[in-house]
């Protein structure tokens, strides 16, 4: 059993949030819950100090425009230079040639920790044929374990695709994670905070980041599987969910032990 839940409470990281106006409030109110620290700092003029000072930085594109993508590429300079992880939440990435280019360019200027996405994200990464639906998943055909080792190779990072099913990857070895709820797809910004979430753990953690990223996914659906027997309609599963955020312990969900051997 691993004890990097109570690490991070005890720990208390600073997870500095860039990220969209429709999930910030859910995203901080998800972090208090869980035991974490956010700061929601997005302005040009203070990024890179809070970036430096915190303990993680989360870059969310969900509502970009040209101004907060030169803050997040500052911002993920900055946490670079400190030593800091950095998640990237490339939302609805294919949508847009705006969204496209804005990923394209914060993975080219800034070593990125953890990608984490949905299957439509990925296909859009990928350079994969996929029928976007907005900024969500979308429907198409691919080897999700496959083709997210191959990004992860190209960029030297992490890689969580998260459904009903999550698959998380380093390029060279791969893990699925079962569990959690079909009422989580319906509530606003479960992904974004899912992203928030795997920055603290890594944040938290002093070992393997992949182990922290898989232990954070565990938690997730453990969280909104258990807020789910409390109700699964989307208005009363919310405050349940915030509820389990902060009473599941390090014995309540369980990290599979092993990972498969991908072949590149």
Known sequence: MSNLLSELRE??????CMTNIVVANFQANGLLALGASPVMADAREEVEEMAAAASCTVLNIG??????????????KAANGA???VVLDPVGAGATRFRRDAVSRLLGSVNITLIRGNTGE?????????KASGVDAGDGEMDVETVAAQVARNYDCLVAVTGATDVLTDGKRTMRISGGHPVMSRITGSGCLLSAVCGAFLAAGKGDP???VAAALAFYKAAGKRAAEVSSLPGSFLPAFMDQLALIGDRDFTVPESAKEVRA
């Open 63 to 76: 509502t970009l425009h040209r101004e907060s993508l030169e803050a997040m590429e500052m911002a993920g």
């Open 83 to 85: 030593g800091n992880p």
């Open 11 to 16: 720990r208390r990281p600073l997870v500095h």
């Open 210 to 212: 992949f182990h922290s």
């Open 122 to 130: 990925l296909a859009a990464l990928a350079g994969v044929d996929w």
